[in-house]
């Protein structure tokens, strides 16, 4: 069957697509993908960046660029490639590290010839390096959740201004008030607006107060692999600079799965 709005699932995706276009890069398959996408990316020039690690070597600029260039040219083509390896791998991010090692190996600006392999290439065996699924989903959500809601407090903005603006037009503007379903004392239009302007105005506050909390600490949030690896870096440490370099933060005391509290106090 074809895509029509009438064949839609969601009346977001259908009847209100129009409405929420800009949301489509962010709340899709293909937003949570390419989030993932991002993660690895990060962690893994993270990894090459803490001469500790030796075994990982460290990037040249030609290299950072090309690494950073795959997260940040990801496009539906990309998406699709990974459902496709997905396919045999049974699992969703599993399936954007095999892609993330095809593209490490096949980086066109830093091979020299069409059967050469990229220099990256030496690093691939560190994608998702020490992490559980859970490290990459949890930042990927916080920060789809995040992208949103920069889109929807822009939306909340404007539609408080405009409700603001009635209020004062209609200040002097008399009705009746009602308490318990019954007609009560006067009150005017402005001032009931103002009421709605006013809870607005604190859940924005409340909104832009929050900042996501995200974990990067493998299977059970104790650095198990990673210390056994090389227990001379501080991962605590190296988890919170990447978590802080995407704009989030770092929820230190987790079990397998960062907790969702954050997710829960933004809704």
């Known amino acids: 069957m074809q895509y029509e709005k ?3 699932i969601s009346p ?11 949301l489509t890069e962010v709340f899709s398959e293909y937003g949570l993908v390419k989030r993932r996408v991002l993660v690895e990316c990060v962690w893994l020039e993270a990894l090459c960046d803490d001469k500790r690690i030796k075994e990982c070597k460290a990037l040249s600029v030609k290299e950072r660029a090309a690494l950073r260039k795959i997260a940040a040219e990801f496009s539906v083509k990309d998406a699709q490639r990974i459902k496709d390896i997905e396919k045999t791998t049974n699992h969703d991010v599993k399936a954007v590290e095999y892609f993330l090692k095809e593209k490490l190996a096949s980086c066109a600006s830093l091979t020299s010839g069409k059967d050469s392999a990229s220099p990256l290439a030496s690093r691939s065996e560190f994608v998702h390096f020490g992490c559980t699924s859970e490290d990459i989903n949890n930042m990927s959500h916080a920060l789809m959740l995040r992208d949103g809601q920069k889109v929807l407090r822009g939306a909340m903005d404007e539609m408080t201004k405009v409700i603001v603006q009635m209020a004062k037009r209609y200040a002097k503007v008399p ?3 009602h308490t318990h379903g019954q007609p009560a004392s006067p009150t005017t239009v402005g001032k009931e607006l103002a009421v709605f302007s006013a809870r607005l105005k604190r859940q924005a506050a409340e909104i832009d107060r929050l900042v996501m909390p995200a974990k990067m600490n493998g299977a ?18 190296l988890s919170r600079k990447v978590i802080g370099s995407l704009g989030l933060r770092q929820n230190r ?10 997710i829960a106090e933004l809704f």
């Not at 977001?12 to 800009?22: L, V």
């Not at 005391?253 to 954050?262: F, K, R, Y």
């Open 220 to 237: 059970v949030g104790n650095f198990n692999a990673h210390l056994s690896a090389y227990p001379s870096v501080d991962w605590e440490e």
């Open 253 to 262: 005391l987790t079990t397998q799965i960062e907790s969702h509290d954050g």
């Open 12 to 22: 977001i995706d259908g009847r209100y697509a129009d409405k929420c276009s800009e």
């Open 6 to 8: 009438l064949t839609a």
């Open 175 to 177: 009705m009746l008030a």
